[in-house]
C-alpha cells in the first residue's frame, strides 16, 4: 500500500515519467492500429493467384499437372508412393531440361522484323513480368508499351542523340573494345524497326509510395519479361540507353518518381538477323556445390 502510493507520488511528481508512460501507451495504441489496417490474412499455398490476374487469368487456367505436389493430395495411399514420386521426378527432370533448352536460346535481338505483335500478346507478356517478387511486395515497376511510331521514332532520336556522345566521349577505351565484337554503335535502328518499344520504368522512393531494394526487384522482374518473351518467340534486347532517361521519362509523361531502368525493343525477329557468336560459361562454372 505505502509501495503504491509512493510509486503514484513519484509519478505526480515526475513530468519526465508521465511523458514516457504517455508515448508508451500512445505507442501501443498505434501500433494495434496499423496492425489492424495493414494486416494481410494468410491463406493456403495452393491459392496462390493473386487478384491482380483476375483480369486475364483465373484459377481454372493454373496447371493442374504441376511435377510436385503443393500438399497431399497427389499422394493417395501409401503403395502408390514410390511409382509416384518416380513418375515425378521424371517430369521434372523434363521440365527442367526443356525450360534450360528454352533460355539458352534467347539472345539479343538488334534486327527485328516489322511484323506487328498481338497487343493481347504483349499484355500477358507484361502480365507475366507483373508476378516477380519485389521488396515488401511494392511492385516498383511500370512497363510503358510504345506502338505509336512518332512515339519510336523520337525514341530513337532521344537514344541515337546520347549514344553519339557516349561512343565519341563518355565510354572508356576498356569498354568499347568489350563492346567490340557485338559491333553495336551509336546507331540504333531497331527503335524503329522493332513494332514494341518497351520502356521499364523503376519507381523511387519519394512522395506517399516507400520502396525498398526497387533496383533488385525491377531487374527480377525485367527477368521474368525476357523469360516470358523466349516462351512466345518473340525477341528483345536488353538495353540500357545511356543519359537518355530524363529525356525519355519526360517524353513519356511518366511522374519525376519513374526512372528509365530498361528500354526493351519487342517484336519477331529479322529473317535474316544476325547475333554474335558468344559462348556460355558451363555450368561447372558457375555453380558452387558445398
Ligand atoms: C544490364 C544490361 C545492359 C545492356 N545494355 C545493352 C545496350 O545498351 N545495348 C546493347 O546493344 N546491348 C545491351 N545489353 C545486351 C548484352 O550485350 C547481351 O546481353 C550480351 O552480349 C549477351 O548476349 P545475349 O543476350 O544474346 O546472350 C545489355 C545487357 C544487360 C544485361
Ligand atoms: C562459334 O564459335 C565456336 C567457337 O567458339 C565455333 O566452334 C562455332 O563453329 C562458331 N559458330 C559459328 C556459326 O560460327
Known sequence: ???????????KDSTTLQAVLGSLIGFLVMHLFQQRRTAVPNMPMDE??????RGGLSAATMPSDLPF????????TKNSKQPEKQKQKTEMLKRATDFANLLSRRRSCRQFSERPVDPEVVR????????????????PWTYVCVTNELMKRRIREIVEEE???????????EWKADLAKLRTSWEKPYLTEAPVIVVLMRQRSGGEAQHYYSEISVSISAGLFLAAVQNVGLCT??????????????????PPN????????????????????????????????I
Open 124 to 139: 500477358l507478356l507484361v502480365t507475366a513480368a507483373g508476378s516477380s517478387p519485389s521488396g515488401a511486395h511494392t511492385e
Open 237 to 254: 534486347l536488353t538495353s540500357t540507353p545511356m543519359n537518355a532517361g530524363p529525356a525519355l521519362r519526360r517524353l513519356l509523361g511518366r
Open 69 to 76: 505436389s503443393m500438399g497431399s493430395k497427389s499422394q493417395k
Open 48 to 53: 496462390r493467384l493473386m487478384p491482380g490476374y
Open 163 to 173: 549514344e553519339e556522345i557516349n561512343y565519341a566521349r563518355r565510354m572508356s577505351a
Open 1 to 11: 500500500m505505502t509501495d503504491a502510493f509512493t510509486l503514484w507520488s513519484l509519478f
Open 258 to 289: 519513374e526512372k528509365v531502368h530498361l528500354l526493351l525493343p519487342l517484336g519477331y525477329a529479322a529473317h535474316n538477323a544476325q547475333v554474335p557468336n558468344l559462348t556460355r560459361k558451363p555450368v561447372e562454372k558457375i555453380m558452387v556445390n
